[in-house]
């Protein structure tokens, strides 16, 4: 797996923890830090964390 700082042209600096990119999604906080996590269900994990906070 990967983690640490990291960055891109088109994300800028974020953190990240994960094994697979395929397997990952991306979380930015009001604050405008970033995280990229990683799950193996990763497209329902951003379906309940939408649904949690509102969106």
């Given amino acids: 797996g990967w983690y640490g ?4 042209k088109d994300l800028g600096k974020y953190f990240a923890y994960y094994d697979k990119a395929s397997d ?3 979380v930015t906080l009001k604050n405008g ?3 990229m996590l990683g799950c193996k269900d ?8 939408n649904y949690r906070i509102g969106n």
């Fill in 33 to 35: 830090k970033k995280y």
């Fill in 24 to 26: 990952c999604f991306l």
């Fill in 42 to 49: 990763a497209p329902e994990m951003v379906k309940a964390i």
């Fill in 5 to 8: 700082w990291f960055s891109e």
